[in-house]
């Protein structure tokens, strides 16, 4: 065989390698890569419903993000707020829900409510922000009622569906707005423990006591720990947040590591503010995306809905994003 030959064969069998490699490495950043739909597709479809949620799945997301509250008769629902938000849901008659005076919150407190009566709001005819979220691309949906969580799990098993679900425990540690603490934590990992899919649920919360409790009952449930832009400052010198289960960020090297690895041993996922991770940012909290990685937390940060902070926090190595518009960010993801 001359050498004109043996340079064609090495040329080809290089081009073949190098394909193989490119579309097995691109194909691997992309199935690695956490697609979250936050409260399922807010910014396309009334969240937290189980409407949302199969749409947030048709469109190819890894994981649906939601969150909990408990019922007077112990039911987990699916709900951002721990109570009845007069600007997401109307009464059954359509009318709306009218706030009391002299109580801080839209409507009435889950804990004080049983499931037959949190059934009767309807949930998906109202769009709690129309500047923010402008229509179309959202679109409402009259008539979605406030679904359990095991709604949710038989939503996933019937459609045969291998989405992730990342769910936000909300325990406000400031005020007595829900069930108690330890009973909540119980119901959930129970409930989570009877789905059959424990193995695709993390548990998540700012209320990071609550992810150490989650811990105790079951070592092997992953947590993630969210962190606002505010919520790991401590009170005064003597008193950390009240977010942080004894965490006095003052007392750490302050910054996100320091005081991701005081909760070390509860903690799995860090999922902070972006700004928080973002080293361009006002806010960045002297970590990098790296750092906290090589000490063994993966990095999910919320929520982004912009397609340019989308790919700089790519290019920052992070796990995963949390978006209202997973649309923008599987695009952003196909484009990369």
């Given at each position: 065989m001359n050498n004109y030959y043996k340079y064609l064969i090495y040329l080809i069998i290089s081009a073949f390698l190098l394909i193989s490699f490119s579309c097995k490495s691109n194909s691997s950043v992309k199935s690695s890569f956490d697609i979250q739909g936050h409260r399922g597709a807010r910014g396309l479809r009334p969240e937290n419903t189980l409407s949302g949620f199969q749409f947030a799945i048709d469109l190819g997301i890894t994981t649906?993000?939601?969150?909990?509250?408990?019922?007077?008769?112990?039911?987990?629902?699916?709900?951002?707020?721990?109570?009845?938000?007069?600007?997401?849901?109307?009464?059954?008659?359509?009318?709306?829900?009218?706030?009391?005076?002299?109580?801080?919150?839209?409507?009435?407190?889950?804990?004080?409510?049983?499931?037959?009566?949190?059934?009767e709001f309807d949930c998906g005819s109202m769009n709690p922000n129309a500047s923010q979220f402008p229509e179309p691309p959202r679109m409402n949906i009259p008539g979605e009622p406030m679904p359990t969580l095991n709604e949710v799990f038989i939503l996933?098993?019937?459609?045969?569906?291998?989405?992730?679900?990342?769910?936000?425990?909300?325990?406000?540690?400031?005020?007595?707005?829900?069930?108690?603490?330890?009973?909540?934590?119980?119901?959930?990992?129970?409930?989570?423990?009877?789905?059959?899919?424990?193995?695709?649920v993390n548990l998540q919360s700012f209320n990071w006591h609550s992810l150490e409790w989650v811990k105790r009952i079951d070592p092997s449930i992953q947590t993630a720990g969210l962190l606002g832009s505010e919520s790991f400052r401590a009170i005064n010198d003597s008193i950390p947040s009240p977010w942080l289960n004894g965490i006095h960020y003052s007392y750490t090297d302050g910054t996100a590591l320091g005081i991701l690895m005081e909760a070390k041993s509860y903690i799995d996922i860090f999922s902070p503010s972006w700004k928080l991770v973002h080293p361009t940012d006002s806010k960045f909290l002297g970590s990098t995306v790296k750092e906290i990685q090589s000490a063994g937390f993966k990095v999910i940060p919320w929520t982004i809905n912009k397609t340019q902070i989308m790919i700089e926090l790519i290019n920052e190595g992070v796990d995963g994003i949390i978006t209202d518009y997973p649309d923008s960010l599987i695009s952003v993801i196909e484009r990369l």
């Open positions: 649906l993000e939601l969150d909990i509250a408990i019922t007077k008769d112990r039911h987990v629902i699916v709900t951002h707020n721990p109570y009845v938000s007069a600007h997401l849901c109307l009464n059954g008659d359509g009318s709306l829900i009218q706030k009391n005076p002299s109580d801080r919150y839209s409507g009435p407190l889950i804990k004080d409510l049983t499931l037959k009566e949190i059934k996933i098993n019937e459609t045969n569906s291998i989405v992730r679900l990342n769910i936000e425990m909300k325990i406000d540690p400031r005020y007595n707005v829900t069930i108690p603490e330890k009973e909540f934590v119980e119901i959930v990992v129970k409930e989570i423990q009877n789905s059959g899919m424990k193995d695709r």
